[in-house]
């Protein structure tokens, strides 16, 4: 089965750091979205884009986060400088505009700023 | 504004016990509406899902029926498997398969052999 790769799998770091995310999506997919899980505010979308164009960024603390799309293969995430705030598990999916077919999610980024 | 609203767990049952997890939504439009689950570590799977009123999402026993009368998608289960502990979260999405889902908050379900 196709799968949603996120790398890496967990990521601890002191505070001030700079941290990277990466998410390789479904081949053919042409819509990426990156959402953050925590206890406290469950799923939120942070940033979505459709043939690697930004579409929302708003859920994104704009100072200290950024997410982009080098090329269809790869999106990123980045954070810096990190806070420990900035815990919680990230997760990228993709989708298609083909079809009416659902996103498929990766396994997520489980990120631990101390 | 479009929002989605589930019991609260954590729920625990008994192997073969009867599931329901409770799901409202409120949408400025007409949604698709899915349910995903979480196993521990894992990211989200799609469950089961249903584009319009009275459709009937089902998978590996689970089912959903949509009704917009109600605003509801209650899941469902008739016998429960300690396999299936894990979280469910009910979401939607306004226009099409790739904009963005709104999901609930996520409903834990332990079940006990």
């Known amino acids: 089965d196709a799968r949603v790769t996120q790398t890496p799998r967990h990521k601890v770091t002191e505070m001030g750091q700079e941290v990277t995310m990466r998410c390789q999506p479904i081949?053919?997919?042409?819509?990426v979205f990156w959402y953050r899980q925590t206890m406290m505010q469950g799923l939120e979308l942070l940033a979505y884009?459709?043939?690697?164009?930004?579409?929302?960024d708003s859920g994104m603390p704009k100072d200290r986060f950024s997410a982009e799309m080098p090329d269809a293969t790869l999106a990123t995430l980045k954070i810096q400088p990190s806070e420990p705030r900035d815990s919680a598990v990230y997760f990228c999916?993709?989708?298609?505009?083909?079809?009416?077919?659902?996103?498929?999610f990766g396994d997520g980024t489980r990120l631990s700023i101390l | 504004g479009n929002s989605v609203t589930q019991m609260e767990g954590p729920v625990t049952l008994s192997e073969e016990a009867f599931l329901t997890i409770n799901c409202t939504y409120t949408?400025?439009?007409?949604?698709?509406l899915f349910w995903y689950v979480q196993y521990p570590g894992e990211g989200l799977q799609l469950l089961l899902k249903?584009?319009?009123?009275?459709d009937k999402g089902s998978n590996k026993g689970f089912e959903a029926t949509y009704r917009k009368e109600t605003t509801s998608f209650h899941l469902e289960k008739g016998s429960v498997q300690v396999s299936d502990s894990a979280v469910y979260f009910c979401?939607?999405?306004?226009?099409?398969?790739?904009?963005?889902?709104?999901f609930g908050k996520g409903t834990r379900l332990s079940v006990i052999a």
């Open positions: 999916a993709s989708g298609s505009t083909l079809g009416n077919q659902p996103q498929h």
């Open positions: 081949l053919g997919h042409n819509t």
């Open positions: 884009f459709r043939n690697r164009a930004p579409l929302d």
């Open positions: 949408a400025t439009g007409y949604p698709s």
């Open positions: 249903a584009t319009k009123a009275d």
């Open positions: 979401a939607l999405i306004l226009y099409s398969g790739n904009t963005p889902l709104v």
